[in-house]
T-cell receptor, first 115, second 113 residues
Framework: DSGVTQTPKHLITATGQRVTLRCSPR?????VYWYQQSLDQGLQFLIH???????AKGNILERFSAQQFPDLHSELNLSSLELGDSALYFC??????????????FGEGSRLTVL | GESVGLHLPTLSVQEGDNSIINCAYS??????FIWYKQESGKGPQFIID?????DKRQGQRVTVLLNKTVKHLSLQIAATQPGDSAVYFC????????????FGKGTRLHILP
C-alpha cells in the first residue's frame, strides 16, 4: 500500500459527460502528480501541484483541469468526454517540491471507460 | 490499475536467469533517471534511480547502467524471480528546467518457469 488513495477505482460514463477523479496523497506529501495511462501512450504526465500551486504542466487537454486543495487532496476534472479519454488515471505524491528525489508514490489508479 | 492490456514489447526470461531491460531516453539534457515497476492491478513503484554524474548504480538484485553518449539506460535484474513479472518503465527528468518526470513506453517482463 503506497498510502495514496484514489477514488473512484472504476468509472463508466458516456461521451460528452464530465467526471471528477479524486486523490488523497500520502500523509505529509505536498506534491501531487497526475498521469494518464492508455493502451498506446504509456504513462503521460498531465500536471503537478505543490502545496496548492501548479508547478508543471504536461500534455493536459484544455477539457481537463485540476486543482489541489488546502488539505492537499487533489481533483482532476475531465469534461466533454470522448472515447479516447478512456484510460487509467494515476495520481502520485511525493514529499518534495521538485522531482529531485524521483520517488513518487502512486495510487492504484482510476479506470475511466467512456462509452 | 490493470496494465495487462498495454501494447508493449515483452521480454521473456527463464526463472533464475538475469534480465536486462533497455530504455532509450529522449532528452540529452536529462540529468536524473529512474526505473519503475508496475505489477498487474497496481500503480508504478520506484525501483532505483541514477544521476547523470554516475554510469552505474546497484541496489538489491538490481543494477542500473547509464550511457549518456547514446542516451541509453538499462536495468539488470539478477536471478529473476516470478515476483519480478511486471511492466518496467524508465523515466527521465531535467531537474534544472521543467521538473517533469517523463516515462518511457515500458517493457513487459514475463518469467518462464
Amino acid at each position: 500500500d503506497s498510502g495514496v488513495t484514489q477514488t473512484p477505482k472504476h468509472l463508466i460514463t458516456a461521451t460528452g459527460q464530465r467526471v471528477t477523479l479524486r486523490c488523497s496523497p500520502r500523509s505529509g506529501d505536498l506534491s501531487v502528480y497526475w498521469y494518464q495511462q492508455s493502451l498506446d501512450q504509456g504513462l503521460q504526465f498531465l500536471i503537478h501541484y505543490y502545496n496548492g500551486e501548479e508547478r508543471a504542466k504536461g500534455n493536459i487537454l484544455e477539457r481537463f483541469s485540476a486543482q489541489q486543495f488546502p488539505d492537499l487532496h487533489s481533483e482532476l476534472n475531465l469534461s466533454s468526454l470522448e472515447l479516447g479519454d478512456s484510460a487509467l488515471y494515476f495520481c502520485a505524491s511525493s514529499v518534495s517540491r521538485g522531482t529531485g528525489t524521483g520517488e513518487l508514490f502512486f495510487g492504484e489508479g482510476s479506470r475511466l471507460t467512456v462509452l | 490499475g490493470e496494465s495487462v492490456g498495454l501494447h508493449l514489447p515483452t521480454l521473456s526470461v527463464q526463472e533464475g536467469d538475469n534480465s536486462i531491460i533497455n530504455c532509450a531516453y529522449s532528452n540529452s539534457a536529462s540529468d536524473y533517471f529512474i526505473w519503475y515497476k508496475q505489477e498487474s492491478g497496481k500503480g508504478p513503484q520506484f525501483i532505483i534511480d541514477i544521476r547523470s554524474n554516475m554510469d552505474k548504480r546497484q541496489g538489491q538484485r538490481v543494477t542500473v547502467l547509464l550511457n549518456k553518449t547514446v542516451k541509453h539506460l538499462s536495468l539488470q535484474i539478477a536471478a529473476t524471480q516470478p515476483g519480478d513479472s511486471a511492466v518496467y518503465f524508465c523515466a527521465e527528468i531535467y531537474t534544472n528546467r521543467d521538473d517533469k518526470i517523463i516515462f518511457g513506453k515500458g517493457t513487459r517482463l514475463h518469467i518462464l518457469p
